[in-house]
């Protein structure tokens, strides 16, 4: 059975937990906003890992300083999942699909800087209006806020650009600050929703990796502007 602070006998100050929690969910943020300031497709894949990484983290933090012993459970599922199983698949995917010409984003990347600003604090204003409601969060205020941007920005991600593969990316980033906000307000959800939505996201995840590869086998590009034009 996974330890914890207390099964140690060990006391800590609430606040370096949750300032170490605060450390790694900003460090998810930063990968969101990085999505959005790059077009390297395996960049994508690397960033994709180190927010993944950066949520087990904050899933152990979480386990231990709180003593959430179920959620050492979840936090070894996404070490596994998400941050060496789905990055190996996606890079073996980048291998086999076709090469492909840069294609530029629907926004350019100042502009969607720009607007992933305005949603960062978009999300503040909305965790500050449920705060008012008087909801209780067991961690502090920042992690609500960052998962709510997160998903913010990996929405902004998917609309903005054009290949089907970063899509993907900003889909399952979006699930990374879902499962972020979960934590955030109940500590941990149950085990077996938990279970449910790791199964859920492995299987789509596999699916569209599938839909990728033939898609590019068949058409030459995985470009969604072009794809939507052969309708035509």
């Known amino acids: 059975m996974p330890f914890c602070s207390t099964d140690l006998g060990l006391t800590f100050d609430p606040q370096i937990g949750e300032r170490l929690i605060d450390l790694f969910a900003a460090f998810m943020l930063v990968c969101s906003l990085l999505f959005l300031a790059t077009e390297r497709r395996r ?6 890992a180190f927010q993944s990484l950066s949520l087990a983290i904050v899933a152990f933090s979480v386990a231990f300083f709180q003593c ?3 959620i050492f459970i979840a936090a070894i599922l996404t070490l596994i999942l998400k941050v060496i199983i789905i990055p190996i698949v996606m890079e073996r995917i980048l291998h086999r699909l076709i090469p492909q010409q840069t294609v530029k984003p629907a926004i350019n990347i100042p502009a969607s800087l720009l607007i992933a600003g305005g949603l960062v604090l978009a999300a503040d204003l909305l965790t500050q209006s449920i705060l008012a409601t ?3 969060f067991a961690l502090a205020q920042n ?10 920005l990996a929405l902004l991600t998917m ?4 290949k089907a593969l970063t899509q993907v990316i900003g889909f399952l980033s979006m699930e990374n600050g879902l499962f972020l906000a979960g934590i955030t307000i109940t500590a941990g959800m149950p085990m077996i929703v938990e279970l449910g939505v790791f199964f859920d996201v492995l299987v789509a995840f596999f699916i569209m990796g599938v839909f990728l590869y033939r898609i590019s086998e068949t058409f030459d590009t995985i470009n969604l502007e ?3 034009k052969l309708k035509h």
């Open 68 to 70: 959430e012993r179920h």
């Open 159 to 162: 609309v903005t650009r054009k």
């Open 43 to 48: 960049l994508h894949v690397r960033l994709y």
């Open 143 to 152: 992690v609500l806020t960052i998962s709510i941007a997160v998903m913010l």
């Open 226 to 228: 072009r794809l939507t």
């Open 134 to 136: 008087g909801h209780q």
